[in-house]
């Protein structure tokens, strides 16, 4: 594992990246490895915004994409805890923005991120129920996709 940044380091990076905010609000009274924390969760924001833009600008197609981000997590360490990782972000804030009460939409997304997570970050079931319920997520899957292709909004 590569060595933690400092908070210098990360203020540095801000700085030279041109990334909007305020360090001294994200720190706040936060102990010194939550402010490493802050710092790099709104440079990690920043970039995604600007990488996105970038490969958009690139032309890269979805297929170059996925090519140059499994590139990128196999360099940096193991892939499936960083699919792992970015899927669970995803799972929290999707049940943060949910509310107090039930969203079919959301609560279907956090449920599916929920299970996605576990098979990439659980050892390796077998048996019939564990096949027999990701094909029941595949086939879900599948249809919901097919379903949300067909529909199109009323002009």
């Known amino acids: 594992m590569q060595p933690l940044p400092s908070t210098d380091d990360l203020l540095r990076a801000m700085t030279v990246l041109g990334i909007a905010g305020d360090p001294l609000y994200i720190?706040?009274?936060?102990d010194p490895d939550r402010r490493r924390a802050h710092l790099l969760a709104h440079i990690c924001a920043a970039l995604v915004a600007r990488q996105e833009a970038l490969e958009s600008l690139a032309g890269l197609e979805v297929d170059d994409r996925a090519d140059l981000h499994w590139e990128a997590d196999r360099a940096a360490g193991d892939v499936e805890a960083l699919q792992a990782a970015r899927l669970a972000w995803v799972q929290h804030i999707v049940a943060r923005q949910r509310g107090r009460r039930p969203d079919p939409v959301a609560?279907?997304?956090a449920t599916t991120l929920g299970v996605l997570v576990e098979l990439l970050s659980a050892p390796p079931r077998t048996g019939p129920v564990v096949a027999d319920a990701i094909q029941g997520l595949c086939g879900a899957a599948d249809h919901l996709g097919t379903?949300?292709?067909a529909h199109t909004e009323p002009a």
């Open 27 to 30: 720190m706040r009274d936060l």
């Open 107 to 109: 609560d279907a997304v």
């Open 147 to 149: 379903v949300l292709r």
